[in-house]
C-alpha cells in the first residue's frame, strides 16, 4: 500500500486587495456603506439613534452575508443561481418527447371538439404569455440565465446533439469526444517495484494530456448486469443421462457467484472530448488522440478498445434504465429521430433538492472532498469492491505548465503578504513575531513543496472534479449504500458532500460523455491524481461456451472461467501442499470437462484414484500391470502415425528405440538394426493390406519373425526379448 502526499486546496488562500480584504470583499463591504450610511443620516432625523442603528444592520445585512457567503466553493450569486433553476426556471418533471406530444394531442383535440373559441382564447393566452416571458427576460435574473435553455423532455435532459455509428458523440456545436474501455490489470498483487512502474506509467498517461483536451474518467458498477457471466453458467443438457449432474453443477455456479461479485458488472472507460470548427477536424484529433491512448495503455499491459456507437448507447442506456434491456440498431433509426429515444427513461423528476427520480429508481449525485494530506493508492478499489450500483466519474482538465507556476506564484505570495500582516499584527499586541498561525505554517509550507515540484519533478498541475451517484428503489436504501460510501471515505480523512439542487447537473456529469456541469472542483498534481489509480486485480474469465470454473479470484472474489484451447499455452500444473486439494482440483476440472465438451479425458493413474469417477461417467478403465488382463500394444500403429508421410518408417524408429532399451549396453549394431527393418514391413504387410484391428501385429509376430531370420543375430534378438 503507497501513500501519496496531497496538496492543500489553493482556492481558499484568497488573494487580498487592500485592507487585507479580497476583492469581492472590498466591493461587498464598499456597497453595503454606501447603502448604510444614507439610510442611517437619513433615518436618525426622524427616529431615534438605536432604532437608525438597527435599520442600518437590517439594509447591510444582506450585503455582507451575500459577500461572505460561500458554499462548496460557490460564491452566493452561483449558488442562488442553481437554486433559481431548480426551484423555478427548469420544469422539475420531464417525460419522453413521444408522450409530451401525445398528450399535447390529445387536449388539442378535446379543445377543438369543445368549442373553436376556446383554442382561439388559448392562442392569445399564449401570445400573452410569450410576451410577458419577453418583459421577464430584460430582468436581472435573465441576463444571468440568458444561456440556459429549458429542458422540457427526458431527451433534452441527456446533453449531446448527435451520436455517430463510429462512437464520436457531438456534445454541442464546437465539442466531440470518443470513449475507451478498458480492462483491469494485476496492481495490488504485484511486486512493490512493479506496483511503483504501473503507478508511474499512469501518473505519465495522465501527463500526456495537454490543456486542449479533458478526460473523463467513469467507473461503473451494476448489478444484475453480467450476461457474459450468466451465459457462462447456462450448462446445457445434453440428455446423455448426466443432465441431473449438470443441474447440480449449474447450482453450485450460482451458489459461488452470490459468494463474489458476478452479479456485479464492473467497467471502466476513459472519455476523451476536443474542441473543433467541424466534424473533419475533430475525426483527426480524435483519431490521433485514440492511437496515442491505447499505445500507452498497452504500455501498461492494460487491454483496452475503442467503443462503437451502439456501445456508448447501450452504456448510456444501462445506467439510465438499470431493470431495461437495450435494443437499438441504426439500422432502425429513423429520418430526424434523435438515439437519446432509446437510451433515455420513461420520466426524470428533480423535485428533491437532494436525490431525484428516474424511471422506478431514485438517484442521487454526490462529489468528493478531499480533506487528508495524504491518501492510499487502494481508496479507489475500496470504493469499487463495494456489491452495490454506484458510477463514479474522474472530471481531469490539465493547467498549462507556465500558468500553473504563475498561479502558485501567486498563491505563495499571498501567502507571505499573510504572514506579513500577522508580523505586524504582533508587533502591535507586543507578542513574539515568530507565533503564526498553524494554518498559515501549513499552507506556506505546502505551496513552497507544491512549487518545487512543478519546477524541478515531472509533476503537473490539473483541475480535478470527483461525482459519485448511487441509485437504489427504495430511499432507505439508496441512504444504506450513500452511507456505505461515506464510511470508506470518512476512513480516508475525506468527505461524501451531497448535491444540494445540483442533481441534474451531478447526474449528467457522472454519464460518460466528457460533459461536466458541475463548478466544484480541486488543484491536484499528476502524482495525487493518479493515487486514484483503478486497476486491482486482473479478471480471469474467457466468455466461451467451453469455459471451465477453476475457483474464485482472491481478491475480487469473481468467478474464475477459462478455455484452455484459447490460451497461448494450454497445458496446466496443480500445486498445493498435502492435503490441499489438488487431486479433487484435477477430479473437478475433468468432471467439468466431460459435462461441457465434447473432448476426450485420458488419465495416467498410478495411484489408482480416479478409476470410480471415470466409471460414474461410463468411462473405461485400463488396468496395466504383470497381473492384469489389459496390455499394451507398442507395435500399435495407424495410418496418421507420425508426421503421416512415413507413418511405418517413424514406427521403425520407436521400435528400434525400444529395443535399444531391451538389449541394454552401447545399442544396437549395424547388423541388428538391418535384421529388424527387414521383419518391420513384414509383420505390418498384412495390416497395411487390409487396416483392421485383427490384423494389428503385436511382440509376438515381431519375436516368431526374428527368431525365424537365417542369421544368428535375429534369434539373439528374440533371445533378449524374452
Known sequence: MAYVPIPKDLNKVKTKVAFNLTKRQLIGFSVAGL????????????VPND?????????????????LFEKDGLPFEKYFKHIYLHKFYQPMKRVRRRFTLNSKRKIQQIKLERNKKALKRGKQDLKQDKTKMKKKRSGFLSLILKKEPKRHTVEDTIPYLRMLKSGICQTDERYFNKSIVFEDINYQLALDEDRDLIFNQFANFLNSFDPSVSIELSYINQLGRNEEMQSAIQIPDKKDGFDDIRLEFREMLKSQIVKGNNGLKKSKYVTFTVEADNMEQAISKLERLEIDILSNLKNMGVRAESLTGEERLKILHDILNPSRTFYFSYKDLQRKESTKTYITPDEFNFTPSRYFKFGKFIGATSHFQILASELSDRMLSEFLDIDDNINISFHIRAIEQSEAIKMVKRKNTDIDKMRIEENKKAVRSGY??????????????????????????DERMFVVTIVFMNFARTIQKLENSIAQISSIANKHNCNIKRLDHTQEQGLVSVLPLGVNKLEINRGLTSSSTAVFIPFTTEELFINSSNSLYYGLNALSHNLIMADRKKLKNPNGLILGTPGSGKSFSAKREMANAILVTDDDVIICDPEGEYGNLVRQFNGEVIKVSSKSKDYLNPLDINMNYGDGDAPLKDKANFIMSMLELVVGGSGLTAEEKSVID??????????????????????????DML???EEKVGKKLATEME
Open 35 to 46: 447603502i448604510g450610511i444614507p439610510v442611517y443620516i437619513f433615518t436618525r432625523k426622524f
Open 51 to 67: 432604532i437608525a442603528v438597527i435599520l442600518l444592520i437590517v439594509s447591510t445585512l444582506p450585503i455582507f452575508f451575500a459577500t
Open 432 to 457: 513574539d513575531m515568530d507565533i503564526l498561525p498553524s494554518d498559515l505554517i501549513t499552507y506556506g509550507e505546502d505551496v513552497k513543496s507544491l512549487l518545487k515540484d512543478l519546477q524541478t519533478r
Open 678 to 703: 527387414r521383419c518391420l514391413p513384414k509383420i505390418y504387410e498384412k495390416y497395411f493390406n487390409e487396416p483392421e484391428p485383427k490384423n494389428m501385429p503385436i511382440l509376438q509376430d515381431l519375436y
Open 707 to 709: 527368431k525365424n531370420q
